[in-house]
T-cell receptor, first 113, second 113 residues
Framework: DAGITQSPRHKVTETGTPVTLRCHQTENHRYMYWYRQDPGHGLRLIHY???????DKGEVSDGYSVSRSKTEDFLLTLESATSSQTSVYFCAIRSGPYTDTQYFGPGTRLTVL | DQQVKQNSPSLSVQEGRISILNCDYT??????FLWYKKYPAEGPTFLIS?????DKNEDGRFTVFLNKSAKHLSLHIVPSQPGDSAVYFC????????????FGEGTQLTVNP
């Protein structure tokens, strides 16, 4: 257990509405990540953070923004949700400075109608 | 450009037999490889990893083999148990990818009693 929680765990929203997903960690890890999981695609990186206010894009960042104002919280925002953003979203942390091993939260299932 | 590929979407084995899950990669700069297991409605769980300086790493019933010349890794589970039924993802990272992981599409393993 890497002390990662995600909220909400499930959300249904309508096209065009803004949505924010929250990732919270309790162990002061520097690196945090947002992924989406879709059938046939595995896990794809959306954005990641390497410190407070330090973020960078992943491979599928279009339509998403992130913010990290505190070490423990990493927020993912869909400014105007689309049906193609229906997915399961996972947050992860990197377990230490000398390893690339990541540990994942329980996920948020988002449905955009 | 799919840099990490798992060509078998599914695998079915009998309890007690060996399960072999395969993964191929194209990026020769990858030097760290991981396997994750994922149950439905849960986040991926780290299983085992291997550095490119090794060709084998073992942890209980799980062994990962790395063939650098073929750019291929495999996960062996011996003996397989019904509780091993899950989706397995391989992932890779390297110096040029920073701390980011690139995931394969996943293989659904079913272990039949």
């Amino acid at each position: 257990d890497a002390g990662i929680t995600q909220s909400p765990r499930h959300k249904v929203t309508e096209t065009g509405t803004p949505v924010t997903l929250r990732c919270h960690q309790t162990e002061n890890h520097r690196y945090m990540y947002w992924y989406r999981q879709d059938p046939g695609h595995g896990l794809r990186l959306i954005h990641y953070s390497y410190g407070v206010k330090d973020t960078d894009k992943g491979e599928v960042s279009d339509g998403y923004s992130v913010s990290r104002s505190k070490t423990e919280d990493f927020l993912l925002t869909l400014e105007s949700a689309t049906s193609s953003q229906t997915s399961v979203y996972f947050c992860a942390i990197r377990s230490g400075p000398y390893t690339d091993t990541q540990y994942f939260g329980p996920g948020t299932r988002l449905t955009v109608l | 450009d799919q840099q990490v590929k798992q060509n078998s979407p599914s695998l079915s084995v009998q309890e007690g037999r060996i399960s072999i899950l395969n993964c191929d990669y194209t990026n020769s700069m990858f030097d760290y490889f991981l396997w994750y297991k994922k149950y439905p409605a849960e986040g991926p769980t780290f299983l085992i990893s291997i550095s490119s300086i090794k060709d084998k790493n073992e942890d209980g019933r799980f062994t990962v083999f790395l063939n650098k010349s073929a750019k291929h890794l495999s996960l062996h589970i011996v003996p397989s148990q019904p509780g091993d039924s899950a989706v397995y993802f391989c992932a890779a990272s390297g110096e040029t990818s920073g701390s980011r992981l690139t995931f394969g599409e996943g293989t659904q393993l079913t272990v039949n009693p």
